[in-house]
């Protein structure tokens, strides 16, 4: 799914009384082109049903707010409307504009206007759920969207990243590869970039890496450092991330299918991830410092998530996957850990993978 959106029905909300406490574990369900939705508290009517817009579902913001514990404030004059709860402050959207506000005043870009239709507002829920601290699962054989608020235990850390104005932080660099490549054929690329056919008007950026394997063996990765932890301490670490593939499945390729051979792996460490020089068959490459596998086989640091073979291979264009690891890690003297995630490819050809929406959980 390229994105959700939620709507909220256009009449006074200053009174408007969450379900739940905001601290409570709640959730809510909505199914694609049915007048109901499912809460902590029963079966609800809708007066619209949720549906798609240039790839973007979407479902009453009203009935997403409130069921997961918050408030709704609705400026008819601004065409505001105001959300609150305990976890998130405030976050602000507007009919006919494409941004949200949250409470440090930071404009975060929408894939989709929030737009009135039939007595109703309608916003990006994937963007609102990842403001709100909750996520999203989608059933595509149910054609169902269930969002349930993840307010961290207690002592948990929580880091998001969406890319919507600059790279937060995040590096890339490639492995297995000579040290004295040919630049003008590996074609490696890492830079902040509009990801291809979204679907919407409003460009979505996230972390492009793209690169030639011309050494039987291409590693593509991104970085972050993520400090302000308990030194040494053990957590419970919950990686999340969307990638954006335009590779279809059951191709054929050199060394390996474009898609397929493509591997996804993911890792939490406490050892900054770099490439070393290394000598391999009299010839000077350049490998990670880090335990990553090789390819299909997982590593000390690194564990298999999928590959790059897009969701429907029978549609054209990048399409959206998600990825969860989970792993057990210890920050190092520094209280800091570091995030990786890459490409592990066999397949000699050109990749160009696209990712966004990284979120990572600390739990004590």
Do not use: C
Request: hydrophobic letters at 35%.
């Amino acid at each position: 799914m390229a994105g959700f959106a939620a709507a909220i029905g256009l009449v006074p909300l200053l009174h408007a009384a969450p379900i739940q406490a905001a601290a409570q574990k709640t959730e809510v369900k909505f199914q694609l082109n049915v007048k109901s939705y499912t809460n902590n508290s029963g079966v609800h009517t809708l007066a619209a049903a949720p549906f798609i817009l240039h790839n973007t579902t979407m479902v009453p913001l009203r009935a997403l707010t409130e069921s997961l514990g918050g408030t709704i404030q609705w400026n008819e004059k601004s065409q505001t409307a105001t959300l609150s709860g305990g976890s998130y402050g405030k976050l602000t959207i507007k009919v006919n504009d494409s941004w949200l506000i949250d409470k440090q005043g930071n404009k975060l870009k929408l894939p989709e206007k929030v737009v009135q239709t039939k007595g109703m507002i309608f916003v990006p829920v994937r963007n609102i759920a990842r403001a709100m601290g909750a996520k999203v699962a989608w059933n595509e054989s149910a054609k169902t969207i269930a969002i349930s608020s993840t307010l961290p235990d207690q002592g948990s850390k929580a880091f998001r990243y969406s890319f919507d104005k600059d790279q937060e932080g995040w590096s890339g660099d490639f492995a297995d590869l000579p040290v004295k490549y040919d630049k003008t054929i590996y074609e490696l690329a890492f830079a902040r970039e509009a990801i291809p056919g979204t679907g919407s008007s409003t460009p979505n950026y996230g972390l492009k890496l793209k690169g030639m394997n011309r050494s039987d063996d291409l590693f593509m990765f991104l970085t972050k450092k993520v400090d302000g932890l308990a030194k040494n301490t053990t957590y419970n670490a919950k990686l999340e991330f969307a990638m954006y593939t335009n590779e279809a499945g059951e191709m054929m390729g050199v060394g390996g299918a474009p898609g397929e051979s493509v591997f996804i792996k993911a890792g939490v460490v406490a050892t900054e991830p770099k490439t070393v020089q290394s000598k391999d068959t009299g010839d000077l490459y350049y490998r990670m410092n880090v335990d990553k596998g090789n390819q299909g086989t997982d590593g000390k640091d690194m564990k298999l998530v999928g590959n790059a073979v897009k969701p429907d291979s029978g549609k054209e264009g990048y399409q959206r996957k998600n990825f969860t690891y989970n792993v057990k890690v210890k920050s190092d003297s520094n209280g800091q850990l570091f995030i990786i995630i890459g490409s592990d490819s066999g397949y000699e050809g050109l990749s160009t993978l696209y990712f966004d929406d990284i979120s990572l959980t600390l739990t004590p």
